[in-house]
């Protein structure tokens, strides 16, 4: 565990104190395999949720959008 003054850039002017945190890294990841298969599969669920939403939404009201058709 770090302490919060080792997470931290500190720096003085004048009569004020600023804070800066330390920034992370970046990696480079060379491998996507499933990248894209996992990106359609999540995509298809939420076209589905989306689809079931909008059923109960016009089952409940009558609408297609509620409140606008």
């Keep these: 565990m770090t302490s919060s003054t080792e997470a ?26 499933g990248y894209v298969e996992d990106a359609e599969i999540t995509n ?6 989306g689809f079931i939403a909008l059923l109960g939404a016009y089952i409940t009201t009558g609408q297609i959008i509620p409140g606008i058709l």
């Design 44 to 49: 298809g669920r939420w076209a589905m949720i």
């Design 8 to 33: 931290q850039v500190t720096t003085e002017s004048g009569n004020r104190q600023n804070i800066f945190p330390i920034e992370a890294q970046p990696r480079l990841v060379e491998n996507y395999s």
